[in-house]
């Protein structure tokens, strides 16, 4: 932006400068860029199941299907279409609660040892569904942090849930939790399909995934590791992946005490 050019005063033929702002904008367009593209995902992704919901509606009255297993069928995919749509709602839900500049002031006393324990034991039986075993070595009177603590279960329950989700049946997963210095370092690792090299870097990203066709399968949103990263980065934390494909994967979460 520039003024109009400043004259002096007593001569008002002489031109003595002007003003030039200058404004950085290349973070805004980035930010506005990201909140629209992130606009178009979740349409794009909430009117996949929907699509998939009414047709199968209107088939079914259409009263063209006599075949009553026909029937069950479409109405089971009827309802697992349902399922997902609530979960995708759930999830953005929570992505822009996180957003939310009230609830990252949230400063609770987070015992985590406590609530670390607690998410094994909510966690074990679930990943006993699968016929995986769930071992946690979680140190006792690890140093109570401050934040938002039920960010800090959701946290949890996403790195451990991912675990047994991309986990085959019969396989390990470990909860570990330990201070190390002024830190307290959490690992969630698997023994299962891990992920490949180049899609590391893009994990954090909201809706990605590293396979749609398997992640649809098992159920995902593509947005549980992007509400991770945002929780951590609210601890004032810090996120790593290490990972091998066909051996497993393990997230280690730094977080640091006062
Ligand atoms: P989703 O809801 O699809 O699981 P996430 O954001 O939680 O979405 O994870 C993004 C992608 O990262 C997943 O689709 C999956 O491909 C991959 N991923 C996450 N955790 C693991 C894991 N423990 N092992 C293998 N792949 C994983």
Do not use: C
């Amino acid at each position: 932006i520039y003024s109009n050019p400043i004259k002096l005063e007593e001569d008002p033929n002489k031109i003595i400068g002007i003003v030039a702002l200058i404004e950085d904008v290349t973070e805004i367009r980035r930010l506005e860029k990201m909140r629209s593209d992130f606009v178009a995902n979740v349409s794009h992704e909430l009117k996949t199941p929907l699509t998939s919901i009414s047709g199968f509606v209107e088939t079914l009255k259409s009263g063209a299907i006599d075949d009553e297993d026909t029937k069950q069928r479409f109405l089971d995919i009827i309802d697992i279409e349902t399922e997902r749509l609530t979960r995708l709602i759930d999830d953005i839900l929570t992505l822009s609660e996180i957003e939310n500049i009230q609830a990252r002031m949230v400063r609770q006393a987070i015992s985590t040892s406590d609530v670390l324990s607690e998410i094994g034991e909510i966690m074990r039986p679930i990943a006993a569904n699968k016929e995986i075993e769930l071992l946690t070595q979680i140190e006792a009177n690890l140093p109570i942090i401050t934040g938002n603590g039920d960010w800090f279960k959701q946290m949890l329950i996403n790195l451990v849930d991912n675990a047994i989700k991309y986990t085959q049946n019969g396989g390990k997963v470990y909860l570990n939790a330990y201070q190390k210095y002024s830190n307290i370092i959490i690992t969630v690792k698997d023994t299962g399909i891990g992920i490949p090299k180049k899609d590391i870097p893009r994990l954090f990203e909201r809706f990605y995934r590293v396979d749609k066709a398997r992640t649809r399968k098992v159920g995902g949103t593509g947005l549980g590791l992007a509400i991770v990263k945002h929780i951590v980065l609210s601890l004032n934390g810090r996120i790593k992946v290490n990972s091998d494909v066909g051996k497993g994967t393990e997230f280690i979460v730094v977080i640091p005490v006062k």
